[in-house]
């Protein structure tokens, strides 16, 4: 299995590795060498085993190339990034979960795997697999070895219910992600398990995240801070500071994609955070999301258009970016205001709110102004 991947990535050409947030970039003769040399059985060339040993401290002198490096072709596309929700099952029944419904539906392995090759060809090279909880979805190892072999970047969005398991810690440090972002839903059983809705789920976090660190896995933690949990922000905090992890911290709580109310009263108003003004977005360019049953999407929110990638595969992807714009305009509710040039939040996450019937300072920072 290969160490190294070699990819076009937007404009450019990239030398990464697993598990690692280093890379290199790669001068364009140096990429088209290693895509003549790739099929070839030679050994790996002395100038790329001195970047590799700079680099990583991987010494590829006496490797077979097509051993030690999985090297990408260029795609039709620019797509460098994309996620894809195995399943919106979940063992968790969280309070502010903007999934709603939960239900356990995706494709069977020869749809998956053909939609793994279709993302590929769109030249992604970091792939987010999330959910749901993907970890408990019963294709989970077979979809994420694939993607590894494929040549992509893998992160795990996960509850970390199941990283302890003796299968999925072989897996995973067998063939390494890229990253682990486990989210935090508190720092007691009792806020923990409260928000979760399922007894015992602190103990599983906690006992995943012991498990990862202790292998040594690339983890990272989504601090997710609500009415039930805001007490405890700061012990979270702590806990991330405590084991050496980056993390990140979210306060909004959105509507379900299918437009509900019922996730906004876990929202913790005291600890909003003021989002940036929203200055537009790579969605449906560069990035895409696909949902379990392989309809790709501009993002995880802007799901009101999408393409049938298992059936219209890389060519109907060249019509996401237009289907983005058109979601990207202001319509509705937002027709005519003269403040929209400072927005906080896109057009298709306003939409959510606005069907939700939520309060305007919600998602509107002009709330006041207008009202």
């Not at 903007?98 to 939609?115: A, C, M, V």
Request: net charge positive.
């Amino acid at each position: 299995m290969h160490e190294l991947i070699a990819a076009p990535y937007l404009d450019t050409f990239l030398l990464v590795r697993p598990g690692s947030p280093k890379a290199v970039r790669l001068p364009f003769a140096e990429y088209s060498w290693l895509t003549r040399a790739a099929d070839t059985d030679g050994d790996c060339p002395t100038w790329l085993s001195n970047v590799t040993r700079r680099t990583w401290g991987v010494s590829l002198t006496g490797r077979r190339l097509r051993q030690a490096v999985a090297v990408r072709p260029p795609s039709p596309l620019r797509y460098g990034r994309a996620s894809y929700e195995l399943n919106l099952g979940c063992n968790y029944d969280c309070e502010h979960c903007y999934l709603g419904l939960k239900e356990f539906s995706g494709l069977e392995w020869p749809e998956r795997e053909r939609l793994l090759y279709a993302i590929q060809a769109a030249g992604v090279l970091w792939l987010q697999l999330t959910g749901g909880e993907p970890m408990i979805d019963r294709l989970f190892p077979e979809t994420y070895q694939r993607a590894h072999e494929l040549g992509m970047l893998v992160e795990i969005l996960t509850n970390g219910s199941r990283l302890a398991a003796p299968k999925s810690l072989a897996l995973l440090t067998r063939h390494r992600p890229n990253k682990i972002t486990l989210s935090v839903y508190g720092a007691t059983a009792e806020a923990y398990d409260g928000l979760t809705r399922r007894r015992g789920a602190h103990h599983m976090f906690m006992k995943g995240l012991n498990a990862a660190h202790e292998a040594e896995l690339p983890v990272d933690l989504a601090l997710i801070i609500t009415r039930r949990n805001a007490h405890e922000a700061d012990a979270m905090r702590a806990l991330a500071d405590r084991y050496g992890l980056p993390y990140r911290e979210y306060t909004h709580m959105s509507p379900t994609i299918y437009g509900g109310a019922e996730t906004l009263a876990s929202q913790a108003p005291d600890h909003l955070t003021d989002r940036d003004p929203f200055r537009g977005c790579n969605a449906g360019h560069t990035f895409f999301h696909v949902d379990p049953h392989g309809m790709a999407s501009m993002c995880k929110v802007g799901r009101d258009k999408a393409i049938p990638l298992i059936t219209e595969g890389v060519e109907g992807l060249a019509r996401l970016g237009g289907m983005a714009d058109s979601l990207m305009l202001r319509t509705g509710g937002c027709t005519g205001c003269q403040l929209s040039g400072t927005c906080r939040v896109c057009r298709p996450l306003a939409k959510l709110y606005q069907e939700a019937k939520a309060p305007l300072n919600r998602y509107c920072q002009h709330a006041e102004t207008r009202s």
